[in-house]
């Protein structure tokens, strides 16, 4: 029997076991029709006397994924997602939730509101509301601690990370693993549940106390992680009313944090972002062309880039060929992709059978010919025109004429390393950020030539890696760094002016970043900016010199030669404040006004929005939320502001 009363819910029924299925693209999120078929679903088979228990399913990818993103920033409309998971959780007959693809947010408070969840191997739930500035607002934080006790509760609400089902499983968040056919699995997981007594609803069952001292401990761990996002410590404070108060107050504890954060900047800020992520992988100009296949890729270079990139691709499930210049020079660009996987084995991330494999689909050479017959080749030697301008004219020789050809260049000129190429509309730029294989920042740099198939191409490929894609135009350093650029010189100017370098980093810690401005430089090295001005200067450029400049040239490289903008013990990492340093650049300072914290970090943000401005009125960048995915993927703006185009509200 089959009722279609409502566009997006409908409900079968057979031999006592209603099926009620969702279907709802592209992801079943929980709009106004949803839930209003949902709750109309309660009543109808509530009424009928055949049903024994009911089956939630979805069609399509994934189980209900969250919340309808359409309706953000709308005014909420009845039934309300709190009172629907509550319907469904009084229910006179049995709800069980056949979880798929992804049960998210609301998706995973609806299947908490059922009696029994059941997923398929791949699936995943959890509650990711503090990752766009809000906490649960259906009975998440509530709901969660009685089901899978506290502390699992507070990790997962407070990072928003998602769990896979095997997890699931074996820390209570599920009752059955279902494999095969999921809805058939679900029936008799359902018929079988019948034969038993029933588990009371999950609002009923007890919360177990955490140890003493389990708030505090949790509060200061949740604090570090959160860099000065509010909505993690908020979440704790639910969680926390959840295991100590009575289901009711801790529901209306939970409702008002929620439309109490709904409201705020940060969450303003995360949404923003949410949506630039999801709009980056599919371009608007690049409609309708489609991606050239990738079955085989290349790398020019075994070092810290060119593994990084390999290791990226390998765990992409593309075989890859690493190419040096000699044996030697392989021997260790094949040790280095060896330490990544390696190191991913130490962390958890993945098997040593699972690491070997990787390895394996690794081919090294020292030969160009070994490329014959690879789809794309991204070359990431070292950064000097000469070098490679000589690998694209030896893959010019060896690979086929609709091989695709990428660089890695964060400086250069593209065009200038593509000249005389032939076939250059194959050819784009691809700007990884180290390390390759965890930075999720793409730059994708076409030149004139490149064609759209290409373009297309180096976007299809950095979804495959799972990594944010965004276009930059050809300038010195592209988008993030010419920014970059500025912010430190912006920096350098507070130095100037009197303000400590010690104080200018603290205030960029206390804004969100992990690191100030020069205590990032420090752990990468002053040398590396100084030669490319060097390099500049050399070419017959006018480059003012910087402080940097003045610390390299006495020596101060960063914490590997013990100095930079501060002093470092041996075998010690923090950073002291340097009397070397202050007499060093006793000259170039002129003491002017101080400067509170806000003030230092809202003038460095603001160089970066105006560098970001001047990016955008140049036509390097398309739109500004680009230029902030940029700024949080590859250089540390904290999320939470929203980068720094939003941060300062510089709007397309």
């Keep these: ?89 009084a229910a006179q007959k049995p709800w069980i939730a056949a979880i798929h ?155 008002e944090t929620f439309l109490a954060l709904r409201a705020t900047e940060e969450a303003a800020a995360l949404r923003h972002v949410f949506f630039a992520e999801r709009a980056a992988p599919r371009p608007a100009a690049l409609r309708g062309i489609e991606a050239l296949p990738l079955r085989s890729a290349a790398v020019i270079g075994g070092g810290t880039m ?57 081919i090294g050479a020292t030969d160009y010919a070994a490329l014959a017959d690879v789809d794309l080749v991204i070359e990431a030697v070292f950064e000097e025109i000469g070098v490679k301008r000589a690998v694209f004219a030896a893959l010019a020789q060896a690979c086929r004429a609709d091989a695709l050809l990428a660089t890695n260049t964060s400086y ?86 009197g303000v400590a370098i010690a104080e200018i980093d603290a205030a960029m810690r206390g804004y969100g970043f992990a690191m100030g401005p020069f205590e990032a430089q420090d752990l990468g090295g002053l040398d590396i900016a100084f030669l490319q001005r060097e390099g500049a200067r050399a070419a017959g450029q006018i480059v003012p010199e910087t402080l940097g400049d003045i610390l390299v040239r006495a020596g101060r490289k960063g914490q590997k030669t013990g100095g930079g903008w501060y002093d470092y013990a041996p075998g010690d990492r923090r950073a002291r404040p340097s009397a070397a340093v202050t007499e060093l650049l006793a000259a170039q300072v002129v003491p002017g006004a101080a400067m509170g914290a806000e003030a230092i970090a809202a003038a460095l943000v603001g160089e970066m929005a105006a560098e970001g401005q001047a990016i955008l009125a140049e036509g390097i960048a398309r739109r500004p939320e680009e230029i902030d995915l940029v700024e949080i993927h590859g250089y540390g703006f904290p999320r939470w502001r929203g980068g720094p185009m939003f941060a300062t509200r510089v709007r397309g």
């Design 306 to 362: 060119g593994a990084g990139i390999v290791a990226a691709l390998r765990e992409a499930g593309l075989p890859v060929t690493l190419v040096e210049r000699d044996a030697e020079a392989l021997a260790r660009g094949r040790a280095n992709v060896a330490a990544i996987f390696a190191g991913g084995v130490m962390r958890g991330k993945r098997t040593a059978a699972q690491a070997e494999a990787l390895e394996a689909g690794v």
């Design 412 to 497: 250069l000129d593209p065009r200038a390393i593509a000249e005389g190429l032939p076939n250059p509309g194959r050819f784009l730029g691809l700007h990884f950020f180290s390390p390759a294989n965890v930075m999720k920042l793409l730059e994708i740099v076409p030149v004139p030539e490149t064609t759209e198939a290409t373009l297309a191409t180096g976007f299809a490929l950095a979804q495959r890696l799972r990594k944010i894609p965004v276009q930059a135009g050809i300038c010195e350093g592209f988008i993030g760094n010419r920014i970059l650029k500025r912010y430190r010189a912006a920096a350098e100017d507070l130095v100037r002016r």
């Design 101 to 255: 693809g992804s049960a998210l947010g609301g998706g995973f408070e609806v299947a908490m509101g059922c009696r029994f969840r059941v997923a398929a191997p791949e699936a995943s739930v959890g509650l990711p509301e503090v990752t766009l500035g809000i906490v649960p607002g259906a009975g998440g934080t509530v709901r969660l601690p009685r089901l899978a006790g506290v502390a699992l509760a507070v990790d997962l609400v407070t990072s928003g990370r998602p769990m896979r089902a095997a997890q699931a499983l074996a820390e209570g968040l599920i009752d059955a693993v279902i494999p095969g056919d999921l809805g058939e699995g679900a029936t008799g997981f359902a018929r079988a549940a019948l034969t038993r007594p029933l588990p009371a609803p999950v609002s009923a069952r007890p919360v177990t106390p955490p140890p003493a001292g389990f708030w505090e401990a949790r509060a200061a761990a949740v604090a570090k992680a959160a860099k000065g996002a509010t909505a993690p410590g908020r979440a704790l404070a639910c969680l926390r009313r959840a295991a100590e108060a009575p289901f009711a107050e801790a529901m209306a504890f939970e409702r």
């Design 1 to 89: 029997m089959l009722d279609t009363a409502n566009p997006v819910v409908t409900i079968t029924r057979a031999g006592g076991i209603a099926r009620v299925t969702v279907d709802n693209p592209p992801v079943n999120a929980l709009s106004q029709a949803l839930r209003q078929g949902l709750w109309d679903a309660v009543a109808r088979l509530d009424a009928d006397p055949e049903v024994s228990a009911v089956v939630l399913i979805c069609a399509g990818r994934t189980f209900i994924a969250g919340a309808d993103v359409s309706e953000f920033g709308k005014p909420p409309m009845a039934p309300h997602l709190p009172d629907l998971v509550a319907r469904i959780e």
